[in-house]
């Protein structure tokens, strides 16, 4: 039984260990920032600047607009595009309108869309154009009852201006999908609705129902069997978080924080955007990552804090424009999804005297169970147990808690932790124990403590592949590979890459009269059309057999333990 907290002579002394988050929904949080910095800039998108009051009343008038369409309380709304104004905006105003958000990496095709759709039983979705289609394909592929019945679209130029120019322009790389004006796609069985036809709704929003135990956040997580389950998150879970994020990196309303983590994600989600709408602090947002453009950002804005995934750091770092860009303005820096090489961390610490402070969560915990400590991090290390939260070592095979320096499953209590998946109660029972009394969720990772309570990753239990800060689930990958005429059977493993850290390889038995007639490049093509980029395996290995137990289960851990041999 741990009967002391060693991390605590490391806790920020400006903190206290836990805290009472607000009682109320997280929409009031950007109406109680609203209310006190109306002209304030929340949002800057390529130059323009977007207020508190602007964003705030925009959400109000999208929530009626959803409510005259027929979305009521409890309702699944998808939210599908990158980073952009109107994400923010449709975010807040689907928790206006008492309804729930389903985030969706805008990377899935229509073959993993479909899962989304049936699964949530949504029947309404926000998407940005360059999406629209490939979101109608999925719809109108489902049976008629399961059927998205409304589609509102918009194009990102909605919310800056094509022809900009100097430090806030886009890449000219980026024209084809960031300022292409594309068509509206046919909805087969619904109807099509144009942003500006939504913001000019004049009817009042309904009344605000929703509280800190209703449902607001819909994330899906992978696992090791089948498709994608839905975390129930209510208000209460993400508004934990957002609050000690705050808290955590001292953020403040001059807080100029760069929103490039992808905000469909668990932690672009909850601790860059909640957090700072919490703080009514102002979000420089970028669609997606491109190191001179966050450089020139950074620059231009002087931005305070950048959560970030390692990889990015690197690459900006070894941009050719270094030099030019000015990253003195930089007060918090810090991130998770993959482990900071320790040279790029010292390197942050001696040219800036920036501290890297890594973090650890999960989809089913709202981003951080465990931080490091701004003033005292580790490097390559998960960090201290978060705010309010009890985290343990455990046997996995016995649940006795184990020793400091012991290898064992990292298990979580804390009120951040999500209430369980939707629609799949046996799936939720084996992910939580009764451990001391108190509910603990099981994250399938295998770590350890040392002495001053910090905690490090060892191994996973779970079977995932962490490719660049992508968590990639094999056995979402196989099943889609499986509808590939050519693929009798197929096993996905990890692979060294010097860049991503992990890629995607897939060992592959082609049926018989396929063999000699389709390639590992075939493969690969086919594998693009059919799953997002970051999930396509780099590499394809053809084998006559895979080898299996007496039970007849493919033996993954022998390729993969066969895999780190030879790499």
């Given at each position: 039984?741990?009967?002391?907290?060693?991390?605590?002579?490391?806790?920020?002394?400006?903190?206290?260990?836990?805290?009472?988050?607000?009682?109320?929904?997280?929409?009031?949080?950007?109406?109680?920032?609203?209310?006190?910095?109306?002209?304030?800039?929340?949002?800057?998108?390529?130059?323009?600047?977007?207020?508190?009051?602007?964003?705030?009343?925009?959400?109000?008038?999208?929530?009626?607009?959803?409510?005259?369409?027929?979305?009521?309380?409890?309702?699944?709304?998808?939210?599908?595009?990158?980073?952009?104004?109107?994400?923010?905006l449709a975010h807040f105003a689907i928790l206006r309108a008492n309804a729930v958000?389903?985030?969706?990496?805008?990377?899935?095709?229509?073959?993993?869309?479909?899962?989304?759709?049936?699964?949530?039983?949504?029947?309404?979705?926000?998407?940005?154009?360059?999406?629209?289609?490939?979101?109608?394909?999925?719809?109108?592929?489902?049976?008629?009852?399961?059927?998205?019945?409304h589609l509102l679209v918009t194009h990102y130029t909605d919310a800056f201006d094509?022809?900009?120019?100097?430090?806030?322009?886009?890449?000219?790389?980026?024209?084809?999908?960031?300022?292409?004006?594309?068509?509206?796609?046919?909805?087969?069985?619904?109807?099509?609705?144009?942003?500006?036809?939504?913001?000019?709704?004049?009817?009042?929003?309904?009344?605000?129902?929703?509280?800190?135990?209703?449902?607001?956040?819909?994330?899906?997580?992978?696992?090791?069997?089948?498709?994608?389950?839905?975390?129930?998150?209510?208000?209460?879970?993400?508004?934990?978080?957002?609050?000690?994020?705050?808290?955590?990196?001292?953020?403040?309303?001059?807080?100029?924080?760069?929103?490039?983590?992808?905000?469909?994600?668990?932690?672009?989600?909850?601790?860059?955007?909640?957090?700072?709408?919490?703080?009514?602090?102002?979000?420089?947002?970028?669609?997606?990552?491109?190191?001179?453009?966050?450089?020139?950002?950074?620059?231009?804005?002087?931005?305070?804090?950048?959560?970030?995934?390692?990889?990015?750091?690197?690459?900006?770092?070894?941009?050719?424009?270094?030099?030019?860009?000015?990253?003195?303005?930089?007060?918090?820096?810090?991130?998770?999804?993959?482990?900071?090489?320790?040279?790029?961390?010292?390197?942050?610490?001696?040219?800036?005297?920036?501290?890297?402070?890594?973090?650890?969560?999960?989809?089913?915990?709202?981003?951080?169970?465990?931080?490091?400590?701004?003033?005292?991090?580790?490097?390559?290390?998960?960090?201290?147990?978060?705010?309010?939260?009890?985290?343990?070592?455990?046997?996995?095979?016995?649940?006795?808690?184990?020793?400091?320096?012991?290898?064992?499953?990292?298990?979580?209590?804390?009120?951040?932790?999500?209430?369980?998946?939707?629609?799949?109660?046996?799936?939720?029972?084996?992910?939580?124990?009764?451990?001391?009394?108190?509910?603990?969720?099981?994250?399938?990772?295998?770590?350890?403590?040392?002495?001053?309570?910090?905690?490090?990753?060892?191994?996973?239990?779970?079977?995932?592949?962490?490719?660049?800060?992508?968590?990639?689930?094999?056995?979402?990958?196989?099943?889609?590979?499986?509808?590939?005429?050519?693929?009798?059977?197929?096993?996905?493993?990890?692979?060294?890459?010097?860049?991503?850290?992990?890629?995607?390889?897939?060992?592959?038995?082609?049926?018989?009269?396929?063999?000699?007639?389709?390639?590992?490049?075939?493969?690969?093509?086919?594998?693009?059309?059919?799953?997002?980029?970051?999930?396509?395996?780099?590499?394809?290995?053809?084998?006559?057999?895979?080898?299996?137990?007496?039970?007849?289960?493919?033996?993954?851990?022998?390729?993969?333990?066969?895999?780190?041999?030879?790499?």
């Amino acid at each position: 039984m741990q009967t002391t907290r060693p991390h605590y002579k490391f806790w920020p002394r400006r903190l206290p260990h836990a805290i009472t988050p607000p009682a109320t929904s997280l929409w009031d949080n950007l109406a109680v920032s609203a209310r006190r910095y109306p002209d304030k800039p929340a949002l800057i998108f390529f130059g323009r600047q977007t207020s508190y009051r602007e964003l705030c009343e925009g959400t109000e008038r999208l929530a009626a607009y959803l409510h005259s369409i027929g979305v009521r309380k409890g309702d699944r709304v998808i939210l599908l595009m990158q980073n952009c104004p109107q994400l923010v905006l449709a975010h807040f105003a689907i928790l206006r309108a008492n309804a729930v958000v389903v985030p969706i990496n805008p990377m899935n095709l229509a073959d993993e869309l479909q899962h989304y759709i049936q699964d949530s039983e949504a029947r309404t979705a926000i998407v940005s154009a360059e999406l629209a289609a490939e979101l109608a394909k999925a719809s109108n592929g489902l049976a008629p009852a399961q059927r998205l019945q409304h589609l509102l679209v918009t194009h990102y130029t909605d919310a800056f201006d094509a022809d900009i120019t100097g430090p806030d322009a886009p890449p000219a790389a980026w024209a084809g999908w960031l300022t292409a004006q594309h068509p509206l796609p046919a909805l087969e069985g619904g109807s099509v609705h144009g942003w500006a036809q939504a913001l000019a709704c004049s009817a009042a929003p309904p009344a605000l129902e929703v509280g800190p135990d209703d449902l607001a956040v819909l994330p899906y997580t992978s696992g090791t069997t089948g498709m994608p389950k839905g975390c129930m998150h209510p208000h209460r879970t993400l508004m934990h978080n957002a609050v000690a994020g705050s808290f955590w990196g001292t953020s403040t309303p001059e807080n100029i924080t760069l929103a490039v983590v992808p905000m469909f994600h668990i932690t672009g989600m909850v601790s860059m955007m909640h957090s700072s709408i919490y703080s009514s602090a102002t979000l420089v947002v970028m669609p997606r990552w491109e190191r001179d453009l966050a450089g020139r950002l950074i620059s231009r804005w002087r931005v305070t804090s950048w959560t970030n995934i390692p990889t990015m750091v690197i690459d900006l770092l070894a941009s050719p424009n270094f030099a030019q860009y000015d990253l003195s303005s930089l007060l918090y820096i810090g991130g998770g999804g993959a482990a900071m090489p320790q040279a790029v961390a010292q390197r942050l610490l001696d040219q800036y005297g920036l501290r890297y402070s890594e973090g650890y969560g999960l989809t089913e915990t709202a981003a951080p169970s465990h931080s490091n400590p701004p003033d005292h991090p580790k490097q390559q290390c998960l960090g201290i147990p978060f705010m309010s939260t009890d985290a343990r070592i455990v046997d996995p095979e016995s649940l006795q808690e184990l020793p400091v320096g012991e290898s064992g499953e990292i298990i979580v209590h804390g009120p951040q932790v999500f209430s369980g998946y939707w629609k799949q109660p046996e799936a939720t029972e084996r992910a939580f124990i009764e451990f001391e009394g108190k509910r603990f969720f099981r994250t399938g990772d295998l770590g350890r403590m040392d002495e001053d309570g910090y905690f490090f990753i060892t191994d996973r239990l779970k079977r995932m592949i962490n490719a660049s800060g992508f968590k990639v689930w094999p056995a979402e990958v196989e099943l889609l590979m499986f509808r590939h005429p050519a693929i009798a059977e197929a096993c996905v493993i990890a692979a060294r890459d010097s860049y991503r850290g992990e890629t995607v390889k897939a060992v592959v038995v082609l049926r018989q009269e396929y063999r000699g007639k389709v390639s590992a490049e075939d493969i690969i093509a086919w594998c693009r059309e059919h799953m997002a980029a970051y999930k396509v395996p780099r590499i394809v290995e053809f084998v006559d057999a895979l080898p299996k137990s007496g039970s007849g289960k493919v033996m993954w851990r022998l390729l993969q333990e066969k895999e780190r041999q030879a790499s």
